[in-house]
């Protein structure tokens, strides 16, 4: 029997419900260990303390060590309080940021897209549009749509040079 089992049927040996078997298992495992006895005498005590209804004294200067103690819990709760939401919160930000990198990471490039693209895209014809470019009152004005309209291409070659 290890000391485990054995602190398990003190209390029922104390109040007399062990069996005869269990009582003699738990008799020598008592012969054979010092800590189990030591604890078997102290539980008989106490029990004997509170059949005779007399209240226990307290060890020698028992409230001088006890208020510092409880004076430092009551300072500790606050920061107890904070020392525990931070602890929740940490992990709870880092999982966020680890969620906004990834849709970041992942999430498609929005691309621009060029004004022929536009037209194709709107259902409209690019070259009723040139048409209309053309066909505008003042040259001046034709010729500062047609320049604008070359700008739209992004690649370099086809940017006139100033």
Not at 6 to 22: N, P, T, V
Not at 41 to 67: H, V
Not at 76 to 84: A, C, I, Q, S, Y
Request: net charge negative.
């Amino acid at each position: 029997m290890n000391c485990r089992k054995a602190e398990e049927l003190l209390l029922k040996s104390i109040d007399g419900r062990l069996d005869e078997g269990a009582r003699d298992l738990f008799e020598r495992h008592l012969e054979a260990c010092p800590a189990c006895r030591k604890a078997e005498k102290e539980y008989r005590a106490m029990f004997s303390l509170l059949r005779e209804g007399r209240d226990a004294a307290p060890l020698p200067r028992f409230w001088e060590r006890l208020e510092p103690r409880l004076r430092e819990e009551t300072e500790m709760v606050p920061l107890l309080f904070w020392e525990r939401w931070s602890l929740r919160a940490i992990p709870v930000f880092l999982a966020l940021v680890l969620l906004l990198g990834g849709f970041h990471f992942f999430a498609p490039e929005a691309a621009e897209v060029s004004q022929s693209a536009t037209l194709l895209l709107e259902n409209r014809d690019s070259l009723s549009v040139t048409q209309a470019l053309f066909e505008a009152d003042k040259p001046e004005t034709r010729s500062m749509m047609l320049l604008f309209a070359s700008l739209d291409e992004k690649s370099p070659a086809r940017r006139p040079a100033p």
